[in-house]
């Protein structure tokens, strides 16, 4: 069966500081893999998709970016956190082509202070 | 306006009740419905999913879908204090495209 883990699983980070969380799928090849976070009230935004090794969409302009040295892991990085990145960040994967489910990791808490 | 809109709730129901759970979407060309639920500090889980229109039966949970109103909805029978989180509706164009979240109804189920 697959398994999606992500740590840290809470981090508390100063402005100005960088960032890196990371995302590894289990039991599969070649997922799609995505990038949310999740601010209260305000759902599930999509932050990066990817489709293979390398290939990187983003969706929202903003100072984070993302990256997939390998075929089952995901890394969300920013040079310098701001405040407004505070919230709670989810990796997903879904099959290749012709998929629509998706299936969530536990999710990282950042707090930027 | 926002693709896929969901009241926030809260919403607090006893012990047993039925509880229905509704979304509306404004993209005529979703296809896929889907519903998560999601635990405090937990990542979201698929409960279900329908294509199109009908519905689909899972156990104490029903999701039906009315594309001619754009209408999304999840029934929960019997409902439980287990059953209390925060519900996603979220739709899709098809396979490989990407997912439209609601903002989530948060559940609280009473004893």
């Known amino acids: 069966s697959q398994t999606i883990h992500q740590w840290p699983a809470t981090l508390v980070q100063p402005v100005g500081s960088p960032l890196s969380l990371e995302c590894t799928v289990e039991?599969?090849?070649?997922?799609?893999l995505y990038w949310y976070r999740q601010a209260a009230g305000r759902g599930l935004q999509l932050l990066f998709y990817?489709?293979?090794?390398?290939?990187i969409s983003s969706e929202v302009p903003q100072n984070l970016s993302a990256s997939r040295p390998q075929d089952r892991q995901f890394i969300l990085s920013s040079k310098k956190l701001l405040l407004s990145d505070s919230g709670f960040y989810l990796c997903?994967?879904?099959?290749?082509?012709?998929?629509?489910?998706?299936?969530f990791g536990p999710g990282t808490r950042l707090t930027v202070l | 306006q926002k693709e896929v809109e969901q009241d926030p709730g809260p919403l607090s129901v006893p012990e047993g009740a039925i509880v229905s759970l509704n979304c509306t979407y404004s993209?005529?060309?979703?296809?896929?419905f889907m519903w998560y639920r999601q635990y405090s500090r937990k990542g979201p889980e698929l409960l279900m999913y329908?294509?199109?229109?009908g519905n689909k039966e899972d156990g104490r949970f029903t999701a039906q879908v009315d594309k001619s109103s754009k209408y999304i909805s999840l029934f929960i029978r019997d409902s439980q204090p287990s059953d209390s989180a925060t519900y996603l509706c979220?739709?899709?164009?098809?396979?490989?495209?990407?997912?439209?979240f609601g903002t989530g109804t948060q559940l609280k189920v009473e004893l």
């Open positions: 997903a994967w879904s099959e290749a082509a012709g998929a629509f489910e998706q299936f």
């Open positions: 039991g599969t090849s070649n997922p799609n």
């Open positions: 990817s489709v293979g090794i390398g290939q």
């Open positions: 993209n005529s060309a979703f296809q896929y």
């Open positions: 329908t294509y199109s229109s």
């Open positions: 979220a739709s899709s164009k098809g396979g490989g495209n990407k997912l439209t």
